[in-house]
C-alpha cells in the first residue's frame, strides 16, 4: 500500500508540495480551511515583477494538482497533530482524524491586521485602505475613493506592521517595498492625471528585477519617493487625509493632504499555523513563524518527527521562492519515508 | 599687512578622529536603545517643538553619535520632554530618555546645553 502525506494550506506551497509528491507514488490529500485552493493568490490581482496575473499561477497550480488522485478537502481547518511513532493523527475540526505517514506543513501566512495601527486611521478613514483592497481594486478596473471618485493623490505607506516593535514585528516582511513599487506604477496606469508618493525607510528591492522595476516607476512612472515613515494620519473637513512624517532627506517635518492611503501590509504567522503549533509542540521562533530545525540545510524540517515545513509557514517569501521551498521539502519527505520511517 | 577681506573656509567634514563623542558613550551605558535607531523619522514627524521651530531628534540623535557637539548644544533644550517621539519609535528607542541624559552629559563634560 502507498504511503499517505497529508499536507496542511491548499496555497501555493500546499498546491506545489501536494502535486510534486503524488509525482512519486504517494496517495496525497489536501487540506484546505477556505472553500476552495490557491491561498493568498485568491486576493491578488498582479504580480511582481513581471506582472504576470496571479490567475496564470493559480490555473497552472489548480492543473498540476488535478487528475492525480490527489485527495482534496477544502472547508476543513486543522486542530492538532500527535503521535509521531510509526504515523500520524491528524485532527480536524469536524472531528474527523486523518492517518499519514508525513505531514507538510503549508500553513502560509496572514496579512497583518492594519486597523491595529490604529494611527494610520484603517477601519476609521474611508479612504485608507490596504494593499489586498487595492488589489482587489485593480481586479475590477477601477480605483475610487468611498464616494466614486478616482483619487488624484494617493500614498503608499510600507512597512505597515513590519520592523515595528510596537506591534511585535521585529522583522522585515520583505515583499511590501517591491509590492509598493509594482502598485504605485498600476495606478499611475490606471490613473494618469495622478500623483503617487511612496513613504519608505529603506528600499528593500533584493529580488530578481525588483531594483529594475523601482527605476521603472521613477523613470517612466513619475512616481515619488519620500525617506521618512509616517507617523500618523487624520481627516480634513474636506475629507482629505493628512499625513504627517518627516522627510529625512531635507530633515523637515513634512505635511501632505491625499485622497487615498494605501497601507502596505506586511506578513504574520497564520493564526490557524499557530494553533497548530501551540497544540502539536511544533517550534516557532521569536517572529512566531515555524521554526526549522536549520536555516541552512534543514529549513523544510519541523522538531517533530514525519513533520516538514514548506512555504510562507516559516518566513516571508515571494511565489518564486514559496514554489522552490514546495519542491525542495519533497526530497526531504522522500528520504524520510523511504530511509527512515 | 593689507587685509582684504579673505577668509579661509572652515572644511565641513566631520572630523570623526577628533570629534569628542562623550555624549554618544554617556547616553549608550545608560540607555541601550539610543543603539538601534534606523533614522525613519517618526520621532521627528510627531515632535511638536520640531514643527514650529528646527528641531529634529531624528538628526540629533545620529549628530550627537558622530560628536557634532555645537549643532547639539544648541537645539537640545528645544524639546518639551512631552514624549510623543517615545510612543510612535518603531524600534522602540527611549527617545525621551534619550534627550534627558544628553542634556545631562552636556552639563557634566560639553558645557553646559540648558
Known sequence: MSKHVVIIGGGVAGMEAAGQLSKFGYKVSLVEKEKTTGGHLNEWFKLFPD???????KAYLENFISDKGINIITGTSVEKLAGYKNGLSIFTDGGQILDADAVVMATGFDLFKSSRKEEYGYGIYD?????????????????????????????????????????GNLYCSKL???????????IREYLPESKVFCFYMDMRMGGAYYEELYREAQEEWGVNFIRGK???????????????????????PLKMELDMLVLMAGMEMSKGGKTIADASGLNTGDNRFFSPVDNHFGSNRSNLRGVFYAGTCTMPMNITETISHARAVVSDVVDFLNNHK | MNKFGYTISKGRQINYETN???????????????????????????????????FSLRELQILIKRGENDQVR???????????????????????????????????KLQNAI
Open chain 2, 20 to 54: 569628542n563623542r562623550y555624549a554618544a558613550e554617556y547616553i549608550l551605558d545608560r540607555e541601550p536603545s539610543f543603539r538601534v535607531c534606523i533614522e525613519c523619522g517618526c520621532c521627528s514627524a510627531t515632535c511638536t517643538t520640531g514643527n514650529f521651530t528646527k
Open chain 1, 176 to 186: 511590501c517595498c517591491v509590492t509598493a513599487v509594482k502598485q504605485a506604477i498600476e
Open chain 1, 51 to 57: 506582472r504576470r496575473d496571479s490567475n496564470e499561477i
Open chain 2, 74 to 108: 544648541e537645539n537640545i533644550k528645544k524639546c518639551m520632554l512631552c514624549g510623543k517621539c517615545t510612543l510612535v519609535c518603531p524600534r522602540g528607542v527611549n527617545t525621551r530618555n534619550v534627550v534627558m541624559l544628553a542634556r545631562e552629559a552636556f552639563q557634566k
Open chain 1, 230 to 252: 509616517v507617523s500618523e494620519v487624520s481627516e480634513s473637513i474636506n475629507d482629505k487625509l493628512i499625513i504627517k512624517a518627516e522627510d529625512t532627506l531635507t530633515g523637515r
Open chain 1, 127 to 167: 479612504n485608507v485602505i490596504t494593499s489586498a483592497d487595492l488589489e482587489g481594486m485593480f481586479r475590477k478596473g477601477k480605483i475610487s475613493m468611498l464616494n466614486g471618485e478616482s483619487p488624484k493623490t494617493v500614498g503608499l505607506v510600507h512597512c505597515v506592521g513590519s520592523r515595528d516593535e510596537k506591534v
